[in-house]
């Protein structure tokens, strides 16, 4: 992970070690002494939105091709 302010620039768990809570407990950290957190994801990446859903994260938007990939991506807020 990693996080530069209250952004979550980066969240990755290999696949082999996924589905275990290692990527809970890096929000859980995260979240730890802030009021707020943003990040971006794919739309097209279905069981990731629903893991920040799942973690209280909130679209925050319309989504933006605005990226490298030219794909459609989703900003996401969680607030304490």
Same mark, same amino acid.
């Given at each position: 992970?990693? @996080? *530069?302010?209250?952004?979550? #620039?980066?969240?990755?768990? !290999?696949? +082999?070690?996924?589905? $275990?809570?290692?990527?809970?407990?890096?929000?859980?950290?995260?979240?730890?002494?802030?009021?707020? @957190? *943003?990040?971006?994801?794919? #739309?097209?990446?279905?069981? !990731?939105? +629903?893991?920040?859903? $799942?973690?209280?994260?909130?679209?925050?938007?319309?989504?933006?091709?605005?990226?490298?990939?030219?794909?459609?991506?989703?900003?996401?807020?969680?607030?304490?």
């Amino acid at each position: 992970m990693v @996080l *530069a302010g209250d952004w979550v #620039e980066q969240l990755y768990v !290999a696949p +082999a070690h996924q589905r $275990r809570g290692l990527g809970s407990r890096l929000l859980v950290t995260a979240k730890a002494g802030r009021d707020a @957190l *943003a990040l971006w994801t794919f #739309e097209s990446n279905q069981p !990731a939105v +629903a893991f920040y859903a $799942r973690h209280g994260f909130t679209p925050d938007g319309s989504p933006s091709s605005d990226n490298e990939e030219g794909a459609p991506a989703l900003c996401l807020r969680w607030r304490r």
